[in-house]
């Protein structure tokens, strides 16, 4: 078939536009304020087959998995066993998932009769069961401590939601009403999304769009291509830490070798360390998804991440190391945190042969303070807050204060959103002034946010990394400060790490001063 090039841009833009709609929805829909406010969620279109054709401006590292989602889901999902107006829900890791928090609410979509497409909606929830409010518990030695598991079920068919199913939800989480209405959520999310790709098919013809997604993945796999092309062959060599989760609770290593031969690459991470002592492993689909974001930023172009651009990517992981620790393995915050140590091994690898295109090391980690308060009648409140922090510097500019990075783009909750639904006063929301490292171009500065506790008790979780190991100067920049948490207690300062689970009493204060970027450059070349 002959395709208009105009036509096809016209269907790329459409699915762009479908998945913005559908996280728009889910936004405007879902009850929990980590959706509504900071959005930690994201969506995605993929073709027929699985393959991703289509996201919002969501979540790096999520949309990165979302590639393998559907692909994972139809090898125990038979594609002639779904009907139209099917949704399924699951969480699993093995399904091209990633931590069990992050629940995937899939539905084909059938034009005609045939799956022409399927749409995605990828929510966090901020409770899914398991040991510790929150599903985040750092001592856990399986991810059956962790949260609920699962797998593949029918969440709505035609005739409406799975009432059974919800009600199973329901009982094992620690906020029903949320998960109900988050989940709610999602479900209209994939109905949205699935409005616009039947009127894109309508407008088309079903064999136009069918066949421009096909040449979707063609274009990004030649422009990835012609990207690796430009780059220097050669082998290249990187590596950054974890600040704990090695054998005795040592840093944990993070190694990729980067092998780039014409116009593909190879990124083999498997001498990193071996499966974490904590809850700091990841799942090979994370790997993948964060060394995919690199490729893009190394390529130094716009080009759409779909299926077809990592078609010239060849990717290694180990099976029992800490990026490949099987199916049982505690991977909360791998998500989130390894992942990024990956993109810093990349960076490192690659520093020397592309400077002009990479930033210092900036605030790759969450910084998550997550606060349960329970309720009178059993049930808890949940507030998952994530902390920006400093960017790294780049060759030609400063880096930004108080962002994100690389594989993060969530938000804080408004202090005004927390005071009024949580039993905690935000008392201080400021820039760490300085925290960014020096250099030819300073790194960007960290930010402090305190939390007096008002309740008689809540539960605290904490999952911060870069409190050992700072961000990373580049071309001679100097390194950011790394974070710091800190709990004050009746005037008394109480000890507290980056991966913990304990109870606060009230007029406890909690502080958080999140990391700086690193510098770039010498900083006797220009005084800054």
């Not at 279109?45 to 998995?65: C, E, M, S």
């Not at 125990?76 to 609410?105: E, Q, R």
């Not at 904590?278 to 759409?304: D, H, K, L």
């Not at 710091?484 to 406890?508: H, Y």
């Amino acid at each position: 078939m002959t395709l208009d090039p105009f036509t096809v841009e016209v269907i790329r833009h459409g699915l762009s536009a479908a998945a913005e709609e559908m996280s728009l929805v889910m936004t405007r829909s879902a009850r929990s304020p980590l959706l509504r406010e900071a959005g930690d969620l994201s969506s995605a279109i993929t073709d027929a087959k699985g393959d991703l054709v289509g996201q919002g401006r969501d979540i790096p590292i999520h949309l990165g998995a979302m590639a393998y989602t559907v692909p994972e889901l139809l090898k125990v999902v038979p594609v002639g066993s779904l009907n139209d107006g099917d949704v399924l829900i699951y969480n699993l890791g093995a399904l091209g998932g990633n931590h069990l928090n992050d629940v995937k609410v899939v539905r084909p979509v059938f034009v005609d009769g045939d799956i022409v497409a399927f749409a995605i909606s990828l929510a966090h929830w901020p409770d899914i069961g398991g040991t510790w409010p929150g599903s985040y518990f750092a001592k856990a030695i399986d991810t059956f401590q962790e949260a609920m598991r699962i797998p593949p079920v029918l969440i709505a068919t035609a005739g409406g939601v799975n009432t059974p199913i919800m009600q199973l939800l329901k009982a094992n989480v620690r906020d029903p009403e949320a998960c109900e209405g988050d989940l709610l959520g999602q479900i209209a999310a994939t109905k949205a999304g699935e409005k616009r790709i039947v009127e894109l098919c309508r407008h088309h013809g079903r064999d136009v769009f069918t066949a421009a997604l096909a040449r979707l993945h063609d274009l990004s796999e030649i422009e990835m291509r012609e990207a690796i092309r430009e780059l220097p062959d050669g082998v290249y060599q990187g590596e950054d830490y974890l600040d704990d989760g090695g054998a005795g609770g040592e840093p944990a290593r993070i190694h990729v070798k980067i092998t780039i031969a014409g116009d593909e690459a190879t990124f083999d991470l498997s001498g990193s360390a071996d499966r974490a002592s904590n809850f700091c492993n990841t799942t090979p689909f994370i790997a993948r998804s964060a060394v995919a974001y690199s490729a893009r930023i190394m390529s130094g172009r716009e080009m759409q991440q779909n299926a077809g651009a990592l078609r010239p990517l060849t990717i290694i992981t180990r099976q029992g190391s800490i990026l490949e620790p099987g199916w049982t393995a505690a991977v909360a915050a791998g998500n989130h945190e390894t992942s990024m140590r990956i993109v810093d091994a990349i960076f490192h690898a690659m520093q020397d042969a592309i400077p002009e295109r990479l930033s210092a090391g900036g605030t790759t980690t969450a910084s998550v303070l997550f606060f349960a308060e329970p309720r009178s009648d059993g049930s808890w409140k949940m507030l998952y807050e994530v902390h920006g922090g400093g960017e790294g510097a780049r060759h030609d500019r400063d880096g930004v204060s108080a962002t994100r990075v690389h594989l993060a783009n969530t938000s804080n909750t408004p202090a005004e959103v927390i005071e009024a639904n949580y039993k905690i006063r935000v008392e201080q929301q400021s820039i760490r002034r300085e925290s960014g490292g020096a250099g030819q171009y300073r790194g960007g500065d960290g930010v402090v946010r305190s939390y007096r506790i008002l309740a008689p008790s809540m539960h605290l979780t904490t999952c911060i990394e870069r409190m050992v190991i700072p961000p990373f100067g580049m071309q001679g920049g100097q390194p950011g400060q790394t974070c710091l948490i800190s709990l004050v207690r009746k005037g008394a300062n109480v000890e507290i790490d980056g991966k913990s689970n304990l109870v606060l009493q009230r007029d406890d204060l909690v502080t958080i001063e999140s990391c700086g970027g690193g510098g770039y450059g010498a900083a006797n070349e220009v005084s800054r």
